[in-house]
Every structure is written in structure tokens, then in C-alpha cells.
Nanobody
Framework: QVQLVESGGGLVQAGGSLRLSCAAS????????MGWFRQPPGKERECVAA????????YYSDSVKGRFTISRDNAKITVFLQMNSLKTEDTAVYYC?????????????????WGQGTQVTVSS
């Protein structure tokens, strides 16, 4: 059982930056594909970024491409989401997710483990 704990959310003005972290409990973290999802109020959860177990492959949704960067530090069993040039439409609860295996996973149903979420609010 993998436990994931997100941190780094908060309130920021449009144009600002935040860095989300997701710490895992499992030492075999390096064997897990990871993803960051977000869910605005009343909307479905969507994948904004994903990274393969090795870190060699990444995915970004069109809405965040060029602004967000996903990375991982397997030694620290942590995955990060650097968010720059934030927009009001980025406001959502952000979740990290993990799934054992190779490749990139961008659908919620592909992930077995989820964090509790961290709120990101971007004000105008």
C-alpha cells in the first residue's frame, strides 16, 4: 500500500508560481508511474502532468504545457509539480497519483493510489 502526501498548495496571484510536492511512503517508488491531476469545483478530475517511472517520459495537458513542469526524485521518493504563470483557471484541488508499472498514465482509472489533495487558488 502506497501512501501519498501532497504539500505546497495555497493562494497565489495570477502570474505567480507554486511548487507542489508529493511524498511517497513506498521505497519501491522508483517503479511507479506518477501523475498530477486536478479537479475544479463541479468538474471532472483531469490529468495535468504525468511522468514515467524513470523520469524519461513526461506528459502535459494542453492547458498547462509550457507553464508546468513535473519531475521526480526517486532517492527522496518525491514527485514535484512546478507551476509557473498561474492563471485563475488553474484553481482546483490538485492530487498526485501513483501506479506500479511502466509508461505514462493519464486516466484516473489507471492509478491505484491517490493522495488527499491540496488546494490551489489563483486570484486575479
Amino acid at each position: 500500500q502506497v501512501q501519498l502526501v501532497e504539500s505546497g498548495g495555497g493562494l497565489v496571484q495570477a502570474g505567480g508560481s507554486l511548487r507542489l510536492s508529493c511524498a511517497a511512503s513506498e521505497r519501491t517508488f522508483s517503479r511507479y508511474a506518477m501523475g498530477w491531476f486536478r479537479q475544479p469545483p463541479g468538474k471532472e478530475r483531469e490529468c495535468v502532468a504525468a511522468i514515467s517511472w524513470s523520469g524519461g517520459s513526461t506528459y502535459y495537458s494542453d492547458s498547462v504545457k509550457g507553464r508546468f513542469t513535473i519531475s521526480r526524485d526517486n532517492a527522496k521518493i518525491t514527485v514535484f509539480l512546478q507551476m509557473n504563470s498561474l492563471k485563475t483557471e488553474d484553481t482546483a484541488v490538485y492530487y498526485c497519483a501513483a501506479d506500479h508499472g511502466f509508461g505514462l498514465k493519464i486516466r484516473p482509472r489507471e492509478y491505484d493510489y491517490w493522495g488527499q489533495g491540496t488546494q490551489v487558488t489563483v486570484s486575479s
